[in-house]
T-cell receptor
């Protein structure tokens, strides 16, 4: 399965956009990019996923490069409650979630 | 609220105690999972149940015993644990025959073994 690389930490000012990068240079054509986040001591929360097109929902936008080797999660107006660890995960299309590998993620700190 | 409920939220137990963690989902999912998250470590998959059958056991010590009586409920029975078993235990569920979908996690049980 493709592995992902994320910066260990990022800072963002409240109200500004938070852009979290993820590198998945070995991704194959049948693998989705998933994003989860984990607020301190809580269960991971699903944010968004995509295959090759950009996606947007009420929480965030996901921008996937044309070659699919990297992606960016965008939180358009970060709030203090967005402080969390963000995980970028690659999931093959026809495998179960047990194949999801949660790495160490990016710790996003949103400050006033 | 994710539709996956774990109880209790916090548990303190002695090394000789027997306790159980409970997970319940009302999402109609057919797969449920137990994960362990130790301090400052990534999530570790422990057990997977598909259609109530255990399909994965990631070399978990026998002092952890899962049970899945039906597709909505999952238990983790604990006995003679060690202090290093103190961690956040997370339950998740998903619909395994639908590829373009996601897994939902409960809020976890914070376990402390004394």
């Amino acid at each position: 399965d493709a592995k992902t690389t994320q910066p260990p930490s990022m800072d963002c000012a409240e109200g500004r956009a938070a852009n979290l990068p993820c590198n998945h240079s070995t991704i194959s054509g049948n693998e989705y990019v998933y994003w989860y986040r984990q607020i301190h001591s809580q269960g991971p929360q699903y944010i968004i996923h995509g295959l090759k097109n950009n996606e947007t929902n009420e929480m965030a936008s996901l921008i996937i490069t044309e070659d699919r080797k990297s992606s960016t999660l965008i939180l358009p107006h970060a709030t203090l409650r967005d402080t969390a660890v963000y995980y970028c995960i690659v999931r093959p299309l026809n495998t179960g979630f047990q194949k999801l590998v949660f790495g160490t993620g990016t710790r996003l700190l949103v400050s006033p | 609220e994710t539709g996956v409920t774990q109880t209790p939220r916090h548990l303190v137990m002695g090394m000789t105690n027997k306790k159980s963690l409970k997970c319940e989902q009302h999402l109609g999912h057919n797969a449920m999972y137990w994960y362990k998250q130790s301090a400052k470590k990534p999530l570790e998959l422990m057990f997977v149940y598909n259609f109530k059958e255990q399909t994965e056991n990631n070399s978990v010590p026998s002092r952890f015993s899962p049970e899945c009586p039906n597709s909505s409920h999952l238990f983790l029975h604990l006995h003679t644990l060690q202090p290093e078993d103190s961690a956040l235990y997370l339950c998740a569920s998903s619909q395994e025959d639908r590829p373009n979908t996601e897994a939902f996690f409960g809020q976890g049980t914070r376990l402390t073994v004394v």
